[in-house]
């Protein structure tokens, strides 16, 4: 099973998302940045280095918000999504074709890669405390 960890990155009430590119079951689609860990790596070691490959900023891990299996018509990931904090650079997609920062409402509106709709779900609740 491929393990993958995924950015939470908020700031003002709003997530940062990415639009993924061409290939895949998640092609064109919103999703939390991040990626695979790597052999040995933790999911915040990976989340640290992912960020830097994907958007050439450093950020600080902050804490996991939600963890799970998912399976994809083509593979199972297990899932860990960690809120963080871009701690310095300026952001550039260097992976993304876009990106936008949304409130989680926001976020219901949007199309997100399948695994990421419960997180979404419990950002919403969370949001309107």
């Not at 491929?2 to 998302?17: H, L, M, Q, S, T």
């Not at 918000?65 to 018509?73: D, K, Q």
């Amino acid at each position: 099973m491929v393990k993958v960890a995924a950015a939470i990155i908020e700031k003002n009430g709003k997530i940062f998302v990415c639009k993924r590119g061409e290939g895949g079951v998640c092609a064109f689609l919103w999703e939390f940045p991040g990626g695979k860990l790597e052999p040995g790596e933790t999911p915040e070691e990976a989340l640290i280095r992912e960020c830097r490959e994907e958007l050439d900023v450093e950020v600080e891990p902050l804490g996991l918000f939600a963890e799970f299996p998912f399976s994809y018509p083509d593979r199972d990931i297990y899932f860990y999504f960690i809120r963080a904090r871009i701690v310095s650079g300026e952001m550039k997609l260097l992976v993304h074709t876009d990106s936008k920062w949304e409130s989680p409402s926001e976020m219901k509106i949007s199309e997100y890669c399948p695994a990421d709709k419960d997180v979404i779900q419990k950002l919403c609740v969370e949001f309107s405390k």
